[in-house]
């Protein structure tokens, strides 16, 4: 048995009930086992994968709060601190009724590979609570952000943890957080980030996830000898990733189709209109199926995901899981030759199975999310940069840095893959080069 496999199969004993973290990890020691393998000496002596896949420490707490009606309710509130060897903690917020230990933990162990990756002096981490914030007045929620914020302060700060937004925590959400840190420390720091542009938010940053998709996809089809001008493009989700997913994919020149959410996908053959799509989800939070009131030659496919409608690209941004092996099959039967990730782990094994089974035989791409959706977190960190010079850059200076981290996430995946034998392998590749950084710096740090 491989030094990964003892490791996994330690892991698997000891975490049996955590499902989603095992199978992160399950991913990401076979991916990186080439590079294990060829430092194994090294590594064992230093306990390094042992240490590597258990967090620093997880933070537990309970979250009172009183709804609207005076009734009190309790929610668990988390950070899951995972990796600091290259920099403070870092990764987002979510509330979500699915939050619990096991998904916050597979979120921190991808989110340390994928803050290395853009090069930035970043660690990571995740939390959140199984507080549902849909359907909250804005009271509500406020009073919730108060109480998680009053327990999560207590571990945080700009040179220690800088949370962020992620599914449930958006702009409302950051500034009730921030607004208590401030009230509580008495503190005007950079201790989160996607903030407001009037208290130290940078520009981009709700654009910066889905343009760094876009950013990264368009130079792994370029380094495929195409180009995304003229390619039909399928996106899931109609959030922010996916809105500005779709904007950008337009801006390049290619066709977006569907976009879609939890009740089902539209499909619009004429190329989405986005501006529709904004005002249903920004102009009052409304359903993706509203899109046929405003373009009647659309078509709406109540339950269902968009993989079976015929595309060059796909890029999925909605969730975990959200392609099966059999979505992926049919997305390549149907002529799909890319995939790339806007949400986090949204294709399952069997559907990378499938990715990688078509990459041998007929050279199709796939960027797994930690770098293909790292556009985020790199912008969060130079909010973090602006925030700790007291300055504000310009929507260009943050998006031409956005698109150089991009490029530099590509062309590291691509060398670490050609380096261990993988070319074209970018789940190889790009778990090899977050994990090489990783491992120096652990390395050099000593038994920490």
Known sequence: MSYSEEVYAS??????????????????LKSIAPAVDANEELYRKNGLLERLTEPERIITFRVPWQDDSGKIHVNLGYRVQFNSAIGPYKGGLRFHPSVNQSILKFLGFEQVFKNSLTGLPIGGGKGGSDFDPKGKSDAEVMRFCQSFMTELYKYIGPDQDVPAGDIGVGGREIGYLYGQYKRITGQYQGVLTGKGLSFGGSLARPEATGYGLVYITEEMVRGAGKELAGKTVVISGSGNVAQYACR???????????????????????????????EIKQGHRG?????LEKVPTAQY??????????CDIALPCATQNEISGKDAKTLIEHGCWCVAEGANMPSDADAVDAYEAARVSSGFLYMPGKAANAGGVAVSALEMSQ?????SWTFE?????????MRGIYLKSSEAAERYGCPGDFVVGANIAGFEKVAEAMIAQGLV
């Open 248 to 278: 950008k994919a337009q801006e390049l020149g290619a066709k977006v189709v569907t976009m879609s959410d939890s009740n089902g996908y539209i499909y619009d053959p004429d190329g989405i209109q986005l501006d529709v799509v904004l």
């Open 387 to 391: 925030n700790s010079e007291r300055l």
């Open 301 to 310: 496919f109540e339950g269902q995901k968009p993989w079976g409608v015929k």
């Open 397 to 405: 200076e943050v998006d031409g840095k956005l698109k150089e981290i």
């Open 287 to 291: 359903r993706i199926r509203e899109y």
């Open 11 to 28: 892991l698997a004993a000891k975490h049996a009930g955590e499902p989603e973290f095992l199978e992160a990890a399950k991913r990401v």
